[in-house]
Protein backbone atom coordinates (compact mmCIF):
# COMPACT_ATOMS: atom_id res chain seq x y z
CA UNK A 1 0.00 0.00 0.00
CA UNK A 2 1.76 3.24 -0.62
CA UNK A 3 2.40 5.67 2.01
CA UNK A 4 0.31 8.82 3.02
CA UNK A 5 0.99 11.34 0.02
CA UNK A 6 3.93 13.76 0.37
CA UNK A 7 4.35 17.38 0.69
CA UNK A 8 6.79 18.89 -1.62
CA UNK A 9 9.85 19.92 0.28
CA UNK A 10 11.51 21.90 -2.46
CA UNK A 11 14.42 19.51 -2.15
CA UNK A 12 15.99 18.26 -5.08
CA UNK A 13 17.89 14.76 -5.45
CA UNK A 14 19.61 14.44 -8.33
CA UNK A 15 21.21 10.55 -9.83
CA UNK A 16 24.25 10.04 -11.83
CA UNK A 17 24.24 10.78 -15.51
CA UNK A 18 25.42 7.56 -16.58
CA UNK A 19 21.96 5.74 -14.65
CA UNK A 20 18.97 4.80 -16.28
CA UNK A 21 15.29 4.99 -13.98
CA UNK A 22 13.64 2.16 -15.92
CA UNK A 23 9.61 0.57 -15.36
CA UNK A 24 7.09 -0.39 -17.66
CA UNK A 25 3.25 -0.16 -16.93
CA UNK A 26 0.08 -1.73 -18.12
CA UNK A 27 -2.23 -0.06 -20.73
CA UNK A 28 -3.49 2.20 -17.81
CA UNK A 29 -0.79 3.42 -16.31
CA UNK A 30 -0.38 0.79 -13.31
CA UNK A 31 3.60 -0.15 -12.53
CA UNK A 32 4.48 -3.86 -13.20
CA UNK A 33 8.36 -3.35 -12.91
CA UNK A 34 10.33 -0.80 -11.27
CA UNK A 35 14.31 -1.40 -11.33
CA UNK A 36 16.22 -0.46 -8.23
CA UNK A 37 16.97 2.51 -9.16
CA UNK A 38 13.85 4.28 -9.56
CA UNK A 39 12.98 2.57 -5.93
CA UNK A 40 16.43 4.21 -4.87
CA UNK A 41 15.66 7.44 -5.97
CA UNK A 42 11.94 7.86 -5.37
CA UNK A 43 12.22 6.11 -2.05
CA UNK A 44 8.71 3.68 -2.59
CA UNK A 45 10.17 -0.22 -1.99
CA UNK A 46 9.38 -2.11 -4.92
CA UNK A 47 5.82 -3.31 -3.01
CA UNK A 48 4.63 -0.10 -3.16
CA UNK A 49 5.76 0.94 -6.32
CA UNK A 50 4.11 -2.48 -8.01
CA UNK A 51 0.48 -2.26 -9.39
CA UNK A 52 0.11 1.49 -8.52
CA UNK A 53 -0.94 3.68 -10.94
CA UNK A 54 2.71 6.05 -11.86
CA UNK A 55 1.69 9.18 -11.09
CA UNK A 56 2.48 8.31 -7.41
CA UNK A 57 5.26 9.82 -8.22
CA UNK A 58 3.27 12.64 -9.96
CA UNK A 59 5.04 16.35 -8.59
CA UNK A 60 2.32 18.79 -8.08
CA UNK A 61 4.68 21.72 -10.17
CA UNK A 62 4.24 18.94 -13.37
CA UNK A 63 2.00 20.77 -15.60
CA UNK A 64 -1.34 18.39 -15.98
CA UNK A 65 -1.68 19.23 -20.13
CA UNK A 66 1.95 17.85 -20.84
CA UNK A 67 0.55 14.00 -19.24
CA UNK A 68 -2.58 14.98 -21.21
CA UNK A 69 -0.46 15.25 -24.24
CA UNK A 70 2.15 12.60 -23.40
CA UNK A 71 -0.94 10.24 -22.98
CA UNK A 72 -2.60 11.15 -26.09
CA UNK A 73 1.23 10.63 -28.24
CA UNK A 74 1.53 7.23 -26.32
CA UNK A 75 -2.72 6.05 -27.37
CA UNK A 76 -1.38 6.33 -30.95
CA UNK A 77 1.22 3.90 -29.99
CA UNK A 78 3.76 7.00 -30.75
CA UNK A 79 6.57 7.27 -28.43
CA UNK A 80 7.71 10.73 -26.31
CA UNK A 81 10.33 12.14 -24.90
CA UNK A 82 9.41 14.64 -21.78
CA UNK A 83 10.84 16.47 -19.17
CA UNK A 84 9.03 15.38 -15.86
CA UNK A 85 9.87 16.75 -12.60
CA UNK A 86 8.58 13.68 -10.04
CA UNK A 87 8.27 13.57 -6.34
CA UNK A 88 10.05 10.97 -4.16
CA UNK A 89 8.22 9.16 -1.26
CA UNK A 90 9.53 11.63 1.10
CA UNK A 91 8.36 15.60 -0.68
CA UNK A 92 11.65 15.50 -2.20
CA UNK A 93 11.81 15.82 -6.11
CA UNK A 94 14.04 14.84 -8.96
CA UNK A 95 13.80 15.84 -12.85
CA UNK A 96 13.78 13.59 -15.91
CA UNK A 97 14.06 13.30 -19.32
CA UNK A 98 11.80 10.51 -19.88
CA UNK A 99 11.42 8.41 -23.53
CA UNK A 100 8.21 6.42 -23.74
CA UNK A 101 7.20 3.61 -25.92
CA UNK A 102 4.54 1.27 -26.52
CA UNK A 103 5.34 -2.35 -25.87
CA UNK A 104 4.08 -4.87 -27.72
CA UNK A 105 3.57 -8.69 -26.98
CA UNK A 106 4.58 -11.57 -29.78
CA UNK A 107 1.51 -11.23 -31.44
CA UNK A 108 1.61 -7.52 -31.81
CA UNK A 109 -1.16 -6.23 -29.27
CA UNK A 110 -0.12 -3.10 -27.05
CA UNK A 111 0.38 -4.38 -23.64
CA UNK A 112 1.64 -1.01 -21.92
CA UNK A 113 4.21 1.40 -21.93
CA UNK A 114 8.04 1.03 -20.86
CA UNK A 115 10.15 4.23 -20.02
CA UNK A 116 13.55 5.12 -19.41
CA UNK A 117 14.67 8.31 -17.88
CA UNK A 118 17.84 9.82 -17.59
CA UNK A 119 19.39 12.85 -15.63
CA UNK A 120 18.64 16.39 -17.81
CA UNK A 121 21.38 19.01 -18.21
CA UNK A 122 20.55 21.58 -15.86
CA UNK A 123 20.55 24.30 -18.63
CA UNK A 124 17.51 22.49 -20.18
CA UNK A 125 15.91 22.26 -16.48
CA UNK A 126 16.02 26.24 -16.56
CA UNK A 127 14.05 26.38 -19.76
CA UNK A 128 11.41 23.73 -19.34
CA UNK A 129 10.69 25.13 -15.57
CA UNK A 130 10.07 28.60 -16.95
CA UNK A 131 7.11 26.65 -19.64
CA UNK A 132 5.99 24.75 -17.31
CA UNK A 133 5.57 27.64 -14.43
CA UNK A 134 3.62 29.79 -17.54
CA UNK A 135 1.52 26.40 -18.03
CA UNK A 136 0.41 25.91 -14.16
CA UNK A 137 -0.66 29.59 -13.86
CA UNK A 138 -2.81 29.18 -16.97
CA UNK A 139 -4.48 25.62 -15.29
CA UNK A 140 -4.65 27.13 -12.07
CA UNK A 141 -6.41 29.83 -13.41
CA UNK A 142 -9.42 28.17 -14.04
CA UNK A 143 -11.91 26.67 -11.37
CA UNK A 144 -12.70 23.39 -13.65
CA UNK A 145 -9.36 21.55 -13.88
CA UNK A 146 -10.40 19.80 -16.93
CA UNK A 147 -11.15 23.34 -17.97
CA UNK A 148 -7.69 24.77 -17.19
CA UNK A 149 -6.29 21.75 -18.45
CA UNK A 150 -7.16 21.99 -21.94
CA UNK A 151 -6.27 25.88 -22.03
CA UNK A 152 -3.01 25.39 -20.99
CA UNK A 153 -2.73 22.19 -23.78
CA UNK A 154 -4.25 24.76 -26.25
CA UNK A 155 -1.40 27.66 -25.06
CA UNK A 156 1.73 24.75 -25.33
CA UNK A 157 0.56 23.57 -28.99
CA UNK A 158 0.01 27.50 -29.65
CA UNK A 159 2.96 28.05 -28.57
CA UNK A 160 4.94 25.22 -30.78
CA UNK A 161 3.26 26.18 -33.65
CA UNK A 162 4.13 30.17 -33.37
CA UNK A 163 7.79 28.34 -33.18
CA UNK A 164 6.97 26.75 -36.43
CA UNK A 165 8.17 23.23 -34.59
CA UNK A 166 6.94 20.01 -33.26
CA UNK A 167 6.92 19.38 -29.65
CA UNK A 168 9.50 16.29 -30.45
CA UNK A 169 11.68 19.91 -32.22
CA UNK A 170 11.31 21.35 -29.11
CA UNK A 171 12.46 18.58 -26.95
CA UNK A 172 15.73 17.47 -29.10
CA UNK A 173 16.66 21.20 -29.64
CA UNK A 174 17.29 21.55 -25.89
CA UNK A 175 18.52 17.39 -25.79
CA UNK A 176 21.87 18.64 -27.13
CA UNK A 177 22.56 21.71 -25.26
CA UNK A 178 25.18 21.59 -22.86
Known amino acids: MPRKEATPTGKEVFFPEEDIIVSKTDLKGKIIYANVLFESICGYTREELLNQPHSIIRHPDMPRCIFKFMWDTLQQQ ?3 FAYVINMCANGDHYWVLAHIVPTFDLDGNHIG ?21 ELLAIEKSYKNSKEGMKASLNSFVASLEKLGISYAEFIFSMRTAA
Request: aromatic residues 8%; positive net charge.
Open 113 to 133: YHSSRRCPHRKNIAIIEKHYK
Open 78 to 80: REI
